[in-house]
Structure formats: C-alpha cells, structure tokens
C-alpha cells in the first residue's frame, strides 16, 4: 500500500464537550468522522494558548522539552526535530496553514516545504477555495497537510446559513457549525489514501447570553486594568487571577481548567484505521508519533509522546499523564510565582502550582468526585502533592532554551499581535 497523505486539521479554540456533543451544534460531518474514526475522548492539550500548543503536537515533546512556552517571542530550540521534518526526509511533500500568532519567527514552519501563513482568514473566502482546489490534486503525493482553522478564535467567523438558533445558542456553537460547512467540501475534496487528524489546539470559556456577555465586558475590563493587575502583583488580592477569571472573561485565559485544555482527538481513516473511541487519557504530545506510525516513518530523534496506533489496533494500553502550563511571556516567566504550571493524570487527579510554589497554591482537584474543579483538596493529600513536586522538579530540570528571535522579528511579531488583538 502506498504511504497515504496526512490532513492534520487543527480548530483553533475547539473544546473536547462541543467536538463531541452534537446536540449543541449542526455538525454532521465532524459527527461523521468520529463515529466512522477513532475518537480519543479525554485528550489533553500541553497548553492555554496557541503557540505551545501547536509545538507540542509538531513535535511530540512538551513545551519544557522543545523551548516553544508563550504566545509569542519563543522560537523552537534548534536542535528539536520536528514531525514535519520526519516525514520530508521519508519522501512527503509538506504543507502548512497557519494563522494568528503561528508566523514563521516560532521556528514552527521547519520541516515544511511550504509555510503559508495568513494573519486571520476564515475559510469562507479565497483562501479556503485555494486549499479545497490544491487538496483535490495540487499537492505533490504522498502529502502532509497541517491545516490550521481559526473561524472559532473571537471574534468568530459565522456564515450566514448558520446563525439561526438551529446551528446552536451562543456565536461559538454556530461558529463551529459553520466550520462543518468547510469540513464537507474538505472531505469531498480529499484522495481517497488520506488519514485526516482532528484536534484543537486549546478549549475556550465563552458567553452563553447576551447578558452574560455583557457581564464578561464588564468583568475583562476590570480583570484587565493596571490597578487590578498591580494589585493582584503586589499580593494584595488573596486568589490567583486564573480563579478570578473563571466564568468571566471569553477567552482562553491564563489557567488550566478542564474547559481550556480538553480538545478533541480523532483519527479518521477507512480502510487503514479501524473505528472505535477511547476514554483513556492522551496527549498533543502522542500526536506527532502517532502520525509518523501510520506513514511508516522512524522518528528523527526521542520523542515524550507515544503513539496512540496500537489502541487504536486493540491492543491494552495506558493513561497517559500530561504535563500542562500557561503560555506566559518571558516577562511573566522572570516572575514565576505568577506562572501555572502542572499534571493531569489518569482522567483522575490534576496538580496545579506556580513555578516558584510560592504564595498561591498548589491546587489539587479530583477530577471524578469534582469535575469542576471547585475544591482545592492540596491540603488533604501531602504524600501526592509531593510526589507531584518532585515530577515537576524533574521535568523543569530538563528545560531547553528557546531559540532566539532578531530584532526586527521581536517587532513585526508585535506589529501582527496588535493587529490580532491580543495587544
Ligand atoms: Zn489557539
């Protein structure tokens, strides 16, 4: 059998309950694709933000592991290989569409032959025609597309024949309806020999009504001013601003709750990949061997992830305990007490402290019992907590610098995010 192309399709801001929830938006073809695939249903992505995130899956390696930690200023640490690379030197041709803060200076487009990046473009527009005409016969076999969607960032893209009340009751459901309209002539477009990957690259909190919407306005802007921020800085607020921010702001703000860093994880491949789901818990990081499994490729170098390949044949496998973190800038990072950082571990327990462990925390959740996340148990398990501080001295131990970025890339990053909003 010939090596079969890859369509990696990463939705921007998807979480896990909307993916596979389908009774909260018109999603027939995502709906399609995890009964027909293999659905991972409690997949855990390594960050908060973008930018983390898509390292971790392009590499198989935690955010410590491959120096990519932030929204912006962290380029890949020269020395990591990428997924990309892999497969280039196994005879693929590989593509990337990225948008938002995924501009080349991440380090992120190596590996690819072609790094197309736009800054925000749904895919209702010239754009999304090109790639619907380029996956029907313009890429080189055998392929590997990373398609990056950004319809469901805010503000959120929603085509008109979706936002009736029937495509779902807030502007993210309908945005995701909307990204199903694409996801039909994506597939109809594609070679029968491709393996589509779906993830989201974060989750998002979000309003639910016009009052509340109204409410997070109000809230944003007092969460964001200076004198709340130096207040909370200066220690004068008691809660850590992640818990303050909780229901209050839409975004993905700087926290580790479920509604953040539970994504989607489906594998959809007839013929090749039988179908099924599992409740076991995986990693951005298991994507990256996974993907290179299926081609038949040997990665380049060690990778933290594992594949996901002999579930997916049957065969018994094992929780997978994830290493999570905030997207914090190198500013935030020189004051790691502000900084979150932690592990969930077997769908059961998720440690979370600050990186110097001083002042706020460490938050301990027993995600069956309390899967809110509303009771901070820390106090009442010692031996975990510290056998938790001990995997985080261990893996900090083994941080990898970020490559460095010029200049004139420092400014045209800053230029684009101001641009984006995130300034
Ligand atoms: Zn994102």
């Known amino acids: 059998m010939p090596q079969p192309n890859i369509l990696l399709i990463v939705v921007d801001c998807l979480r896990a309950d909307h993916a596979y929830d389908r009774s909260l938006s018109r999603t027939p073809v995502l709906g399609g694709l995890i009964e027909n695939g293999y659905a991972f249903s409690n997949t855990i992505s390594s960050a908060n933000c973008t930018t983390p995130s898509?390292?971790?899956?392009?590499?198989?390696?935690?955010?410590?592991?491959?120096?990519?930690?932030?929204?912006?200023?962290?380029?890949?640490?020269?020395?990591v290989p990428t997924l990309a690379e892999a497969l280039k030197k196994a005879g693929y041709s590989t593509y990337a569409e990225a948008s938002g803060p995924l501009g080349p200076e991440t380090g992120l487009e190596r590996g690819f032959t072609e790094y197309n990046y736009r800054m925000r473009q749904g895919h209702n527009s010239p754009w999304g025609q090109d790639i619907l005409r380029r996956i029907a016969g313009g890429y080189q076999a055998p392929w590997f597309l990373m398609l990056h969607i950004w319809d469901l960032h805010g503000p959120r893209w929603v085509i008109p024949e979706c936002r009736g009340r029937e495509c779902g009751s807030s502007d993210y459901a309908r945005a995701l309806s909307s990204i199903d309209v694409y996801l039909q002539a994506l597939m109809r477009s594609l070679p029968a020999n491709t393996v589509v990957v779906l993830t989201g690259d974060h989750g998002e909190d979000f309003s639910r009504s016009e009052i509340d919407s109204i409410r997070r306005y109000i809230w944003t802007h007092i969460i964001m001013s200076k004198p709340f921020k130096s207040a909370w800085k200066r220690g004068l607020i008691p809660k850590h601003v992640s818990e303050i921010s909780r229901g209050r702001i839409d975004n993905h703000y700087d926290a580790?709750?479920?509604?953040?860093?539970?994504?989607?994880?489906?594998?959809?491949?007839?013929?090749?990949?039988?179908?099924?789901a599992s409740t076991l818990q995986v990693r951005h990081v298991d994507i990256a061997p996974t993907i290179l499994e299926l081609a038949g490729v040997t990665p380049s170098g060690d990778m933290t992830g594992q594949s996901l390949a002999g579930i997916m044949r049957g065969e018994p496998g094992d929780h997978r305990e994830a290493y999570i973190e905030v997207g914090a800038s190198r500013r935030r990072r020189a004051l790691p007490g502000l900084v979150l950082?932690?592990?969930?571990?077997?769908?059961?327990?998720?440690?979370?402290?600050?990186?110097d462990g001083s002042r706020f925390g460490p938050w301990l959740y027993d995600l069956e019992k309390d899967p809110d996340e509303r009771q901070n148990i820390a106090a009442t398990q010692p031996e975990l907590i510290a056998e938790f501080r001990n995997?985080?001295?261990?893996?900090?131990s083994?941080?990898?610098?970020?490559?460095?970025?010029?200049?004139?890339?420092?400014?045209a990053v800053q230029d684009r995010l101001k641009a984006l909003g995130y300034m």
Do not use: W
């Open 398 to 411: 083994r941080r990898v610098a970020s490559g460095t970025l010029t200049t004139e890339e420092h400014k």
């Open 341 to 355: 950082a932690g592990f969930r571990r077997a769908n059961r327990y998720k440690y979370v402290c600050t990186l």
């Open 54 to 79: 898509f390292a971790a899956i392009l590499t198989g390696l935690t955010q410590i592991e491959n120096g990519v930690r932030c929204l912006h200023g962290d380029r890949l640490n020269p020395s």
């Open 256 to 276: 580790l709750f479920e509604i953040l860093i539970r994504v989607p994880l489906i594998f959809h491949a007839p013929g090749i990949l039988r179908s099924g």
């Open 391 to 396: 995997r985080m001295q261990e893996l900090q």
